[in-house]
Structures are given as C-alpha cells and as structure tokens.
C-alpha cells in the first residue's frame, strides 16, 4: 500500500540547516507531484513546498521559505528531500509529506523541527 515516511528532523539553532527526507513505497514517486506542508503549534496547515512529477520539474515555494528552502527528488531512491537553510524560529512545526496518488490523498506521519536558541 501506499505510504509516506518523513525523517530528518530535530533541534537546531536560528541560521542552522536540516535535511528533510520522505521516502515513498507502493507507488512510483516521480510520477506524482510531492508536497511538504507544517503545522506549527496552534496553526493551521500550511504548505511549505511541492514538486510535480519528473515529466514536467517544477517547483513551488511559500513566500516564507523562498531562497531558503529547496526541494528535490531521488527517483532511484524513491524519496522526496526538502533541504532547509538558515532556519528561524518561526520555521518550529511538524513537517509533513503529502502525495496525491490515483485519486488518494495520502500523508506522512510527520517529523519535528525545532528551532531555539
């Protein structure tokens, strides 16, 4: 069946990196656009950034993590990577892996992401 599994995430300092990770099983992932979202503590869902399908390669951005943020794909691995750069307080949620896969919405179980000083 098909599942998302996230990994990569922790506690890192204002302007610290981490590599997020989302690998994908029962479904090949480059035929289907990949989305990150995060809920922060008493927010609402956001997305953060997505990725079409191999065919086509483009990439989608929230204006808050724009310059900051890149997203990419190992087709060979099945896995979806957000790399998060210079990161701010405000960047502190769950982050989650979502896929639209034959009509079926399907999500990760979320990794954290911390960021304190």
């Known amino acids: 069946q098909v599942q998302l599994v996230e990994s990569g995430g922790g506690l890192v300092q204002p302007g610290g990196s981490l590599r997020l990770s989302c690998a994908a099983s029962?479904?090949?992932?480059?035929?289907?656009?990949i989305g990150w979202f995060r809920q922060a503590p008493g927010k609402e869902r956001e997305g953060v950034s997505c990725i079409s399908s191999s065919g086509d390669g483009s990439t989608y951005y929230a204006n808050s993590v724009k310059g900051r943020f890149t997203i990419s794909r190992d087709n060979a691995k099945n896995t979806v990577y957000l790399q998060m750069n210079n990161l701010k307080p405000e960047d502190t949620a769950v982050y989650y892996c979502w896929a639209r896969v034959r009509g079926h919405e399907f999500w990760g179980q979320g990794t954290q992401v911390g960021v304190s000083s």
């Open positions: 029962g479904f090949t992932l480059d035929y289907y656009a």
